[in-house]
């Protein structure tokens, strides 16, 4: 579905179900470069019980117009917006890698308005490396390369994509060249190595959130992943062997069952 | 101890390990270090909610191996990953391969622009089968890069061809044609059959989506017939209205938008979804999995087989018995330097030639050799021959014959990996026996 958000269009995928203001709402945020389609093995799922799943590109991703934000903070923000241009009060909010600290930003500027937090593969930084920065800020397709290798683990390298057909890797490519690499994944690895706040954010959160980790991850390290949830109070980790960053699509099967059970039960469904 | 920073290099794996391990994980399978060979035709589930979100693409898996099986889902991203492809879907040949590109694509009332120079089973389906299904064709020479863009009308939703036409060896310019194809905001369609990836990645010259039979050099043993599309992921569906069938909400699947939800794979998450689903051209796991067998050793093959063609090249230019010789190496091939861009790690392994003698010559030709097999295939690693005009191209009356580049006096050479005296000795036998006709008539 398409809607305004500080009069830019956005785009968002709503998993192959109407927008429904009565059911409760998920929002899910995209990481570096990347867009809603990252979400595919976990939008229609809720939207098809008893959710409103909302998987958006950020600004100057994918289908939504505008340019990038520039930080995570303005991006906090624009989620917050998107909640209200959608006509609803509250949502759960679902994040990975750079939207993990996107969420997390959001949830401590918002608490009344968040009433789950989902992570994935985050961290409460995420500095970049200074030679893949510069390649990203510079257009190079390199950087693109370099950071596909680095976000997939096993089953990334080698296959075996839960969807049968697909190829992890050169699916990753094909997204985050879809729009021009500077203008997404230059912004967005800025705004990431910029961002400083996440810990203490990470104190103010009250709702109960969820971590999801895995071993091979090079992008988010477990141990990052631990550090950020141990300031959350109540967090609840889980921990995803031989899988990359990319645990979404690496182990969407995994991910989904560990993201149902925390959200029907934190945030419940509309029944039908 | 220097203090030169060490450049970032992606360390994704190459080729001959991609060909090997691609899409498959022993730890995931027993630890089975060959791929196994799921020999069902369908696949529990947990509960009705797991049962439903598979129908309904909520969850990736398998339900029934029509639509699809673990093992054939090794060779799709096994060939995905070689082509640089977002993903594949193999099919029982290479002909329901092209038919299910196709549907996926059109619909009654559309119009496609064609190379002429196909398969003769592949221009049967242009030609003759497609307009019962309302979808018609324009044929265009394949050199004739410009007639492609002549040819596009309103209600056209792609461009297909082979890129070394069969048989005559006439290349497509693929970059030009592929430019013309997104300027009209069409998609360009690609046999590379006869290449491989190992000899050309489509992909990298602007096809959108690309098409085998692994029947041929992919499985190269000849026992299995097996065929598969694959998606580029670089094609924008929805930068205009000419495809609703990707871009609009499918009844098929609850209002399913392929474009918006999977981008990339869209097409062939609709070639899956759908046109397995309603026409069900799957291939089986045993297939798979003896092609998955060639494959392993794909690169390897096609340098013996790139070597053996040029000394076939080499052979045959200079045999008395010959009139000419049709192969991209040769340097007055027409397509000779388009050939050096598109195929830089050989030419491939198919050779037309023309005997002295026509049509007589060349059937005591096929008639008397021994070790090169006269039969329908190509790209076997054993050698093979055929007459197109009274084989493979039988069909065709004499008008479609000169069309698509035919002439009576054409051996269609796929040569194979035997060692390359051999093959000559016995392409003696064939000569001497084709020369007999004509000095019994000299008499």
């Known amino acids: 579905m398409k809607f305004k958000v500080n009069g830019h269009e956005v785009f968002a995928s709503t998993g192959g179900r109407p927008f429904d203001k009565k059911k409760p709402l998920i929002i899910f945020v995209h990481g570096s470069g990347l867009t809603h389609m990252t979400w595919v093995l976990q939008t229609r799922y809720f939207a098809f019980h008893g959710y409103n799943s909302l998987a958006v590109d950020l600004p100057g991703h994918g289908l939504s117009s505008g340019e990038s934000l520039k930080s995570i903070e303005e991006m906090a923000d624009w989620v917050s917006d998107v909640i209200d241009a959608v006509g609803h009060k509250e949502a759960s909010l679902v994040g990975h890698s750079q939207g993990c600290l996107v969420t997390v930003e959001c949830t401590s500027r918002y608490p009344n308005k968040i009433k789950t937090l989902s992570l994935m593969g985050g961290a409460g930084a995420i500095p970049m490396n200074a030679e893949l920065l510069s390649l990203a800020e510079n257009n190079d397709p390199k950087a693109v390369d370099l950071m596909m290798d680095w976000a997939h683990g096993p089953a990334g390298h080698f296959g075996g994509h839960p969807v049968p057909g697909l190829y992890h890797i050169n699916t990753g490519t094909m997204l985050a060249k879809s729009r021009t690499i500077q203008n997404t994944l230059g912004v967005d690895f800025r705004a990431c190595d910029n961002y400083k706040n996440g810990f203490e954010a990470a104190k103010k959160i009250k709702c109960p959130t969820l971590s999801i980790l895995a071993t091979d991850d090079k992008m988010c390290p477990v141990k990052e992943g631990k550090k950020l949830a141990s300031l959350i109070d109540g967090s609840q980790v889980d921990i995803i062997d031989n899988c990359g960053h990319m645990m979404l699509l690496e182990e969407a099967d995994r991910v989904l069952t560990v993201l149902k059970k925390f959200i029907t039960t934190n945030y419940p469904p509309l029944s039908s | 101890m220097s203090d030169k920073k060490k450049e970032l290099k992606p ?85 329901s391969a092209i038919f299910l590109t196709v549907m996926t694509l059109c619909e009654a009332g559309d119009h496609l622009v064609v190379s002429s120079q196909l398969y003769g089973g592949t221009v049967n389906l242009f030609r003759l089968t497609l307009p019962k299904f309302g979808i018609k064709c324009t044929f265009v020479k394949p050199r004739d890069t410009e007639g492609f863009k002549k040819a596009i009308q309103k209600n056209t939703k792609g461009i297909f061809g082979e890129l070394v036409g069969n048989p005559g060896n006439e290349i497509m310019n693929m970059p030009e044609i592929a430019k013309i194809a997104h300027d009209a905001g069409i998609p360009l369609m690609v046999d590379a059959t006869y290449q491989t990836p190992y000899l050309c990645k489509p992909f990298e010259h602007g096809a959108d989506i690309v098409i085998h039979s692994l029947t041929k050099w992919m499985a190269g043993h000849g026992s299995s017939m097996a065929g598969i599309l694959v998606e580029g992921g670089k094609f924008d569906w929805m930068q205009n209205d000419k495809f609703p069938t990707m871009t609009k909400p499918y009844e098929g699947y609850h209002g399913l938008s392929f474009a918006e939800e999977f981008g990339p794979t869209a097409f062939t998450m609709k070639a899956r979804a759908e046109g397995m689903r309603d026409f069900g051209p799957c291939l089986s796991p045993q297939n798979a999995w003896n092609v998955l067998q060639g494959i392993e050793t794909l690169s390897v093959r096609m340098k013996k087989h790139c070597s053996n063609a040029e000394e076939m090249v080499k052979y045959l230019s200079n045999h008395e018995s010959v009139a000419w010789v049709s ?40 008639n008397n050799v021994k070790l090169a097999s006269h039969l329908a295939n190509v790209g076997d690693t054993r050698t093979l021959v055929i007459h197109p005009a009274s084989g493979t191209h039988s069909q065709m009356d004499e008008a479609t014959l000169k069309f698509a580049g035919l002439s009576h006096d054409m051996i269609r050479l796929s040569v194979g990996i035997e060692d390359i005296d051999d093959i000559k000795n016995d392409f003696e036998i064939g000569f001497r026996a084709a020369r007999k006709p004509r000095l019994v008539s000299n008499q």
């Not at chain 2, 390990?17 to 035709?41: C, D, F, M, W």
């Not at chain 2, 969850?59 to 082509?83: F, K």
């Not at chain 2, 830089?344 to 050779?351: A, Q, T």
């Open chain 2, 327 to 366: 192969h991209p190496s040769v340097p007055d091939h027409p397509d000779h330097e388009l050939a050096k861009k598109l195929l830089p790690n050989g030419r491939g392994s198919m050779i037309a030639f023309g005997i002295k003698g026509g049509k007589d010559a060349g059937v005591a030709f096929i």
């Open chain 2, 11 to 95: 360390n994704t794996y190459k080729f001959d390990t991609l060909s090997l391990h691609a899409g498959y994980q022993p730890h995931k399978n027993a630890g089975s270090r060959q791929v196994p060979i799921y020999q069902t035709t369908s696949y529990l589930f947990d509960d009705v909610d797991h049962a439903a979100a598979l129908f309904n693409l909520e969850r990736g898996g398998h339900i029934y191996s029509r639509i699809s099986n673990p093992t054939v889902g090794v060779l799709e991203e096994r060939v995905a990953s070689l082509e640089g492809g977002t993903a594949a879907l193999a099919t029982s040949s290479g002909m």
